[in-house]
């Protein structure tokens, strides 16, 4: 990601909470969140590796779920309190962290 890009993510969504991050490790088997976002808060979402993501109260993601791929950078806002689940799009074990974003950068 740019500098330019980074200042502007962080002015719209604020700093990321790195001590409230969840992270979650996953191989052929999901890995999922013990507790549940906060609806209403915005995460940060990256990843170690290629994985599929899954979200909802009892989430376990499989390869027909959506790709995550390495390196990306995503910010969701949670509409509801839900977990998250993900499992390795390839041959490489990771983990997926999702960061609480908090304040605003001026």
Known sequence: MSELTDHMMRTIHGEPDTSNAIVVAFTDTAGTSATA???????????????HIA????????T???????GAVAYWTMTNAYKFSAV???STSGKISVTPMIGYRV
Do not use: E, K, Q, W
């Open 37 to 51: 976002l906060t609806a209403g808060f915005t995460y940060m979402i990256t990843t170690t590796v290629d994985c």
């Open 55 to 62: 979200f909802g109260s009892t989430p376990t993601a499989d």
């Open 64 to 70: 027909d779920d959506p790709v995550f791929p390495t």
């Open 88 to 90: 390795r799009a390839g």
